[in-house]
């Protein structure tokens, strides 16, 4: 069984990351343990004080990568000593310093036991563990192997073995620091940490409901520690633990959202995947010519109790694509410069030859290998897709959100072609129109909403998902349907938890601890809150983003991958999800999202146009953003009762 930990403390700087109790014990359970880039590293660090564990007293977090964690060990015949573990975890090293300290004389004996298994992530995942390496001693260091992995503990104490010890004698008020670090040197990584302090601007909030600024604050620092590169091109990891790497869908969006700081990370990410396009028809991996790919392992993943075996490049996803052509046209309208966009304008041509190859219908999937994911959009657990009366869809299956992305990108795809001098912009308008008719006569469904998908027998899922929300403002949708839409998802059954149900709580198949029918997702309820600012319906927006800030409060800012879909009137707190990721890229960047669609700003660098244009309905009081980036340039936004205004746009820039 998949491990829990939504109470385990994490500390990221990507491609490392460091999972351990609230008392800061690494210990040999669950998903505890010191990662790099699909592997544990360190699977035990238990500190004692003569033989006894300390007692905690609390943690708290510096940034992404830092932790403190402060313990006492009482003694009936002595003084009460101080213990504070100060965790610092960067690429490929992990520092520790601990500091011992009393009121009074004290000699006490601190030991530290470590121990390494070098377990694959998929057998930690699936609830297994490694066998514990017995380790090298060396001069002042231990050293364990596996693989062309090797891990080395450097420290201050002595042996023997994997005990490390201290012997401390302590006058009065005094302290001692120990120190050890774990280095790790993993030649065969498939991924690599970033090689720049900063990809984006560090954006500053103000406004009346605290909440925001703090959200962004902890979420761009969250964020810092996800990033990973190839070469000098930045994209963002998914998420921590399970999914500490490349996937498109997630780093896409992740990069879109994160526009308003800037077109860095959208290039590297828009590079990176374009790196690894489909070149051929493989039915294993799902690669396709002009397909975006969907995850990047070290080795092929095994997970025998999902009966899932995907190849360690893997293709299985129905809408990176589509959203990578979005990212594209996007960025060029934040200012990303003509000619890294007309780079990329060959993969673009790709792109568009795979969603020509889709053929005249909609877009559907169906894992023909008996392995991959069943589900291939957002939602892809293998109960995802269900009817509203419980039962589960039969694929192939076509989302109801991967047509509203298709729409989109044909669209994005046809202002591109006509901007750099390409043919084919009225062909795609075209297809967009189509595939805008067919959607209407096939989706909707008797209680005035779009179905989540239709079946392999064509018929309409018709379930109330928040999949449908993803089409407010793809322009799929006539003004009406967007009402009804919004409408739909305004009901208490969809967005009476904290942000919005991915499922509604009057279908059969609803559970609010299930992963995709009936929880929340933070990426989700933002993307679908500013869809509905951007369409007017301003106080459904507030509804949605007040939701995921009572959440984020109670997460302490850091946004989980999902939590429960409990109803706020029964609960006075988000339940967390036992085994969301956390952080997770796209539900940190999430913050970012619901700032833009606060402000109402949407920019057209190419058109010389910036829209600024705050929803009504919105309950933030001034707010103030600085640190944004427009073609490059720092701007700020201020908006208050009189307006919203703009200082620092570049010229020849007009705001609507």
């Known amino acids: 069984m998949q491990p829990l930990l939504h109470d385990l403390v994490v500390a990221v700087a990507a491609p490392t990351s460091v999972l351990c109790g609230a008392d800061g014990q690494i210990r040999a359970t669950g998903v505890q343990g010191m990662f790099h880039a699909d592997a544990r590293v360190l699977s035990e660090a238990v500190l004692r004080l003569d033989g006894e564990e300390p007692e905690p007293v609390g943690h708290a977090p510096a940034s992404a990568g830092t932790t403190h964690f402060v313990a006492v060990a009482r003694r009936p015949d002595g003084p009460t000593v101080r213990i504070r573990r100060t965790r610092i975890v960067s690429p490929a090293r992990m520092q520790e310093r601990i500091t011992v300290e009393a009121p009074a004389p004290v000699t006490v004996t601190v030991t530290l036991d470590l121990a390494a298994d070098l377990a694959p992530m998929a057998v930690v995942r699936s609830g297994g563990t490694g066998n514990p390496l017995s380790p090298r001693p060396g001069a002042g260091s231990l050293s364990w192997s596996r693989e062309g992995i090797t891990v080395t503990a450097v420290h201050d104490g002595i042996g023997p073995g994997s005990r490390l010890s201290w012997a401390v004698t302590l006058e009065p008020g005094a302290a001692r620091d120990l120190t050890f670090t774990v280095r790790v040197d993993d030649p065969s990584a498939v991924i690599s940490p970033p090689v720049r302090d900063h990809d984006w601007s560090q954006a500053r909030v103000t406004s009346g409901d605290r909440r925001l600024g703090r959200l962004v604050a902890r979420s761009l620092d969250d964020l810092r520690g996800l990033r990973l590169a190839e070469g000098d091109d930045t994209y963002l990891a998914a998420g921590v633990p399970w999914y500490l790497t490349l996937f498109g869908r997630d780093s896409i969006w992740a990069a879109r959202m994160l526009l308003p ?43 025998p109790g999902a009966g899932l075996t995907l190849p360690a490049a893997y293709y299985g996803t129905i809408d990176a694509t589509p959203l990578w052509i979005s990212l594209l046209h996007d960025a060029w309208r934040w200012g990303l410069p003509a000619g890294r966009v007309a780079e990329l304008l060959p993969h673009l041509d790709a792109a568009l030859g795979w969603l020509a190859a889709q053929g005249d219908g909609f877009l559907e999937y169906l894992d023909t290998s008996g392995h991959g994911l069943v589900h291939q959009g957002w939602k892809d657990s293998g109960d995802a897709v269900r009817f509203r009366d419980g039962r589960l869809a039969e694929p192939p299956i076509a989302l109801a959100e991967v047509q509203g992305y298709a729409y989109r990108a044909a669209l994005d795809a046809a202002a591109l072609l006509d901007a750099f001098g390409r043919a084919d912009g009225d062909r795609w308008r075209e297809f967009a129109a189509a595939l805008a008719t067919r959607f209407r006569e096939r989706f909707w469904v008797a209680g005035g909403y779009a179905a989540l998908a239709l079946d392999r027998e064509g018929r309409p899922v018709d379930s109330l998902t928040s999949n449908i929300g993803h089409l407010l403002g793809t322009g799929l949708l006539a003004g009406p349907e967007e009402r009804s839409v919004v409408a739909a998802l305004s009901s208490q059954a969809m967005s009476g938890g904290y942000g919005l149900r991915t499922m509604s709580a009057d279908d059969r198949g609803f559970a609010p601890l299930s992963y995709h029918c009936g929880s929340v997702w933070a990426h989700d309820t933002a993307i679908v809150a500013a869809g509905m600012a951007r369409a007017g319906f301003g106080a459904e927006a507030a509804t949605l983003i007040d939701g995921l800030l009572t959440a984020a409060e109670g997460f302490d800012y850091r946004l989980p991958e999902l939590h429960s879909g409990d109803s706020r009137a029964v609960l006075s707190r988000p339940m967390p999800y036992p085994a969301a990721c956390r952080p997770q890229a796209w539900s940190a960047a999430a913050s970012v999202l619901m700032l833009q669609a606060v402000l109402g700003l949407e920019v057209d660098v190419p058109g010389d146009r910036v829209r600024l244009n705050p929803p009504p309905g919105l309950p933030f009081g001034t707010l103030e953003a600085t640190g944004l980036v427009i073609a490059g340039a720092p701007v700020g936004v201020t908006v208050d009762a009189t307006g919203a205004t703009i200082s620092g746009l570049p010229a020849g820039l007009s705001v609507e």
């Open 261 to 303: 700081l800037g077109t860095d990370l959208a290039l590297g990410t828009l590079r990176v995947l374009a790196r690894r396009q489909g070149a051929r028809l493989d039915a294993v991996s799902g690669e396709a010519p002009g397909k975006i790919m969907h995850e990047l392992r070290r080795a092929d993943l095994h997970l």
